[in-house]
């Protein structure tokens, strides 16, 4: 068996996956990273080696961090994964003059859609939502429709009750102050930026900031369009 992360040894909302493997006569596991979960730590690991089965760990270790770093970081800290995301026009503004404006082509709009259905819950701020009453759904894609989520100066977000919740990955979608409310805080751990390289206005809203500690993890190009993905530097 081949599995990414460590199976667990614990009781929680399933029995453990170690058990099972076990009572399945499973011979040989090969696990990409150990679950660094308080509950589980490299029990699950000893628990098949006492058993008798041969496991081996630390196959393509980064890839499987990585695969799994939505889970590590509402383990580890107590919150989602946060994803600050925002498109802009080739001179860096996502609005024209205050009014909305379509940057997104519909393939990237599409795409936009698609990473909606893959995490838990959405945000944007009160004047945003007022302003353009966004949808927020998965409608140009399958998939679940994220937990909607508003907030201004009088519901702020409280990430221990999206903790509580079981809600392990956020999309922060804007505006501006609500994103770099979000930098200023050092709250992110990853950030999508979409850019019209053929599209200029000549004023409105700025673009935040980005951070310095940010690094380019992805770069594509669609139908002029580009998507950057930044992560922390480690």
Request: hydrophobic letters at 35%; one cysteine or more; proline letters at 5%.
């Amino acid at each position: 068996m081949y599995v990414s992360l460590e199976p667990c040894s614990h009781y929680g909302k399933t029995p453990p996956c170690a058990d099972l493997i076990i009572r399945r006569g499973i011979r040989r596991v090969v696990v990409g990273c150990v679950d660094e979960f308080s509950e589980v730590q490299g029990r699950g690991i000893r628990k098949l080696q006492e058993a008798g089965v041969e496991v081996t760990v630390g196959v393509l270790e980064d890839e499987c961090r990585n695969l799994n770093r939505r889970f590590f970081t509402f383990h580890n800290l107590s919150r989602p994964y946060i994803i600050l995301k925002w498109a802009q026009t080739a001179n860096g503004f996502i609005d024209d003059n205050g009014r909305a404006l379509a940057i997104s082509t519909p393939f990237t709009k599409m795409l936009s859609h698609k990473l909606r259905a893959e995490e838990d819950a959405i945000l944007v701020g009160r004047i945003t939502n007022e302003r353009e009453h966004p949808q927020l759904t998965v409608r140009e894609w399958q998939g679940p429709n994220p937990k909607r989520l508003v907030v201004d100066r009088t519901h702020p977000l409280n990430l221990d009750s999206l903790h509580a919740h079981n809600i392990q990955s956020l999309i922060v979608e804007g505006g501006t102050k609500t994103l770099q409310s979000f930098l200023v805080q050092d709250l992110w751990d990853e950030i999508r930026v979409e850019t019209n390289l053929s599209l200029t206005v000549n004023g409105g809203t700025r673009a935040p900031q980005l951070p310095g500690n940010a690094v380019v993890a992805e770069r594509k190009d669609y139908d002029g369009n580009t998507i950057v993905v930044y992560r922390r530097n480690k």
